[in-house]
């Protein structure tokens, strides 16, 4: 029997409905292993290709056969617009079968929740944080809400494969498995995916069993590409000639297939007096002519930039005396602001584009867009595939356009800042997909010990008073924790005590202590990831969103895509008060740090140095790119690591990734400084390190390499009486551990070793 014909009558309904000609490949391989084994799976294909409905449509189907007698899937979501999206897909498809699917998290109404409390059923759509919330005050109920849940489905599992979040996620699967006396099957969909191996040994801890991992046989997608360049301050928009790159099929999925991709005729631009006020930004200006009449996003690295994208581009259109067509969305804007972007982009009338962060970057369905912005370059090839997927539904190929901008480069500047490193980056992340189909893997040695925390504190608050052995039978076997040893945790569950996170009672057990209660009876423990004190921003009655250390009352901020004035700052309460004037001004929020993996530090490399050309590039982008070869070649700094820059003052290349290149930086001040007379080290991470230097080059190759071969403990990198708090739980752990967690777990020396080992002997 095929795929097809064992679904169920009411899943080959919706088929017909919705006018499928076939079942796709990523169905077929998912229905065959759903139904034909018992393992684990993990589903991997390009946006759009049909995931969902491909794990669904066999669970459902099993679902009508054998009724669950309790939830009997549970639907696991990065975001609560991709649960919103994706309730709203599951019930038309279960609403025949008569399957109940229900939707959790902070924004869904008390009452719907109590329905599923009363009639536990169907399938459950819900966010890691709300699975943590659920575990700890409804402790009691899970047996019942979950004694027959089969099937565990994982979205976009490669967003929680990165950080604490993902070992959060894994915990809560173990924890209420373990509760509710059942072993669900795993179901991962992903569509960027470097590791299918690793991923799949992740998915699998602690259920005991393997993961089916289909091959895609997926044909072959064009993508439609461009990169242009701009110097910021320019005060005009170099003006474009159309062209036609030349194009070829790229096959999705296929390790080692030749392929270029597939380039975009770009309309001339209009001159900087037409578009834009003021000293404009010409990126900016660029991407409000080629937004005019269409659907697009325009993706940024960080919400600071979201919002004084936005704002600018709200400028434009005033300057212009046009409409304004310019939406925006992030984590920090109010569940009012984003879901309107999200409603109007669903619109097929509506032709706006959105300004947006990693919020839109998953798999939400915002209907047919028809071109995609990049700027700058994002920091991972996984980040630039998902955001290329958003684009090239309904038949039409992905479309995206990277605007790279830099300031203009000072004539007496220094080699480093000559360097477009943005411009360098994005062709380095383009390539390594196209090339290699590179994507990174999951970091998944680190030493947890802030979700150690953060679990331990959840075990205690929803179980109530349990001896030191009874906690940590609880908490040490999840299979997260593999690399924590007992004596640690002792230590940690010393230091709690100490700090009333914990109370010893008089019969030797373990209660959550009044400095711990605090902790955990605030909505914000749920989440593991790193949050700024937030505060919540309100013009007369509406809620515009939230923002970080506001300013002094009569400061602007940029919030909502707009300039605001503070009127007053309620700090008991959290509260901004504000107008809304005319303006542009930096927005306030924290910077995003970014985790750029080691080959695009190598790729980035043979950029500068290969005389190869890449038709996606167009015609500034072009010239800046011999400019930075030129220079490259002139200095040498693709073939040579460490470059004199006049003087005393020298340069070092090393190509590394983030957290390699952050245990390079320590090993040269805590190493070698001294007797190479280092002073004055000024890092631009990961791209390169300037200092000034008495040694010559000779002695720096030699003291390195010597410092290199004495074994390394990696607590010796770190400063001393440092404290680095890297996760969001660390305040409240023993800064040994701290210090432990941070030297063994971040610092990559492996890496750094490496590359030393690579350098020349003199």
Avoid at 262 to 277: H, Q
Wanted: aromatic share 10%.
């Amino acid at each position: 029997m095929g795929v097809f014909e064992r679904y169920a009558p009411f899943v080959q309904d919706f088929i017909y409905r919705n006018r499928w000609e076939n079942l796709r490949a990523i169905q077929v391989a998912a229905g065959d292993a759903i139904f034909n084994t018992d393992e684990n799976v993990l589903l991997s294909a390009s946006t759009a290709s049909g995931k969902t409905e491909a794990a669904f449509f066999p669970i459902l189907t099993l679902f009508s056969e054998d009724a669950p007698r309790t939830v009997g899937a549970i639907y696991i979501g990065p975001l609560k617009a991709l649960i919103n999206d994706q309730f709203m897909r599951l019930n038309d498809l279960c609403e025949e079968a008569h399957i109940p699917v229900w939707h959790w998290h902070g924004d869904v109404a008390q009452s719907h929740k109590n329905k599923l409390l009363k009639h536990p059923s169907g399938i459950l759509q819900i966010t890691p944080e709300s699975l943590e919330a659920m575990l700890l005050h409804k402790h009691a109920d899970i047996s019942r809400l979950f004694g027959d849940l089969r099937f565990i489905v994982i979205d976009e599992v490669h967003s929680l494969m990165r950080g604490d979040r993902g070992g959060q996620t894994l915990c809560l699967m173990e924890r209420l498995s373990r509760l509710a006396g059942v072993n669900p099957r795993r179901i991962g969909l992903s569509a960027t995916l470097g590791d299918l191996q690793s991923t799949g040994n992740f998915l699998a801890s602690g259920t005991g069993r393997g993961t089916v991992i289909p091959r895609i046989d997926a044909k072959g997608v064009k993508w439609r590409l461009s990169m242009e360049h701009f110097y910021i301050g320019e005060g005009r928009v170099p003006e474009m000639t159309e062209r036609m790159p030349d194009t070829s099929d790229i096959s999705e999925g296929m390790p080692g297939a030749s392929g270029i991709s597939d380039g975009i005729s770009l309309p001339s631009a209009e001159k900087s007096s037409d578009i834009a006020p003021g000293d404009a930004d010409p990126g900016i200006g660029y991407i409000f002519e080629h937004t005019r009449g269409k659907k697009c996003l325009v993706f940024v690295n960080s919400r600071e930039e979201c919002e004084v994208i936005t704002t600018t581009l709200r400028q434009y259109c005033e300057t212009k005396n046009e409409p304004d067509r310019f939406l925006i969305h992030h984590g920090n804007l109010s569940t009012a602001y984003r879901e309107t972007a999200e409603s109007v982009m669903k619109d097929e009338e509506q032709f706006q584009t959105t300004v947006t962060t990693a919020t839109l970057e998953l798999g939400i369905d915002i209907g047919r867009l028809e071109r995609a912005f990049q700027i700058d370059a994002p920091f991972t090839v996984s980040s630039f595939l998902q955001r290329m997927g958003r684009t090239g539904r309904r038949n039409l190929p992905p479309e995206m356009w990277f605007v790279m901008r830099e300031e203009v480069p000072e004539a007496r500047a220094m080699l480093p800042a000559t360097i477009p490193w943005s411009l360098i980056q994005g062709i380095a992340l383009v390539q390594l997909y196209m090339e290699e189909r590179f994507v990174e893997p999951p970091k998944l040695d680190r030493l947890p010990y802030s979700l150690l925390y953060h679990q331990t504190m959840s075990t205690l608050a929803s179980c109530g008073e349990m001896t030191p052995q009874a906690l940590a039978s609880r908490v040490l076997p999840l299979s997260y924790f593999y690399r924590i040893s007992q004596e640690d945790y002792k230590k940690m569950l010393r230091h709690l005590i100490q700090i009333n996170h914990i109370e010893q009672t008089e019969n030797g057990g373990l209660i959550v202590g009044i400095t711990g209660e605090r902790i955990t009876n605030n909505f914000r423990f749920y989440a593991v990831f790193q949050e700024d004190e937030e505060y919540t921003v309100r013009s007369a009655s509406e809620e515009l969103g939230t923002i970080v250390k506001p300013p002094p009352v009569g400061e602007k901020i940029a919030i909502a895509g707009h300039a605001w004035v503070v009127d007053e700052v309620d700090h008991k309460r959290h509260l901004v008060y504000c107008t809304q004037v005319k303006g542009k001004i930096p927005a306030y929020f924290g910077q995003c740090p970014g985790d750029v993996h080691t080959r695009v530090l190598e790729r980035m490399r043979d950029v500068l140095a290969e005389e190869k050309s890449y038709p996606y590039l167009m015609e500034h982008a072009v010239k800046r790119l011999s400019e930075a070869r030129d220079t490259a070649l002139y200095s040498g700094i693709s073939k040579d690591p460490l470059i004199c820059l006049g003087g005393e003052m020298w340069c070092l290349f090393p190509w590394l990734g983030s957290y390699s290149f952050l245990a390079l930086e320590r090993f040269l001040r805590i190493r070698c400084a001294k007797e190479l007379k280092l002073s004055g080290m000024d890092s631009s991470r990961p791209y390169f390190i300037q200092f000034k230097m008495k040694a010559g080059r000779e002695e720096f190759f030699r003291v390195v390499k010597e410092a290199a071969k004495i074994p390394i403990d990696p607590m010796e990198l770190l400063y001393p009486k440092e404290e680095p708090l890297f996760e969001k739980y660390d305040e409240f752990l023993p800064v040994e551990l701290v210090r432990k967690g941070f030297a063994y777990g971040i610092l990559d020396i492996k890496g750094m070793l490496e590359r030393i080992g690579q350098w020349p002997t003199q």
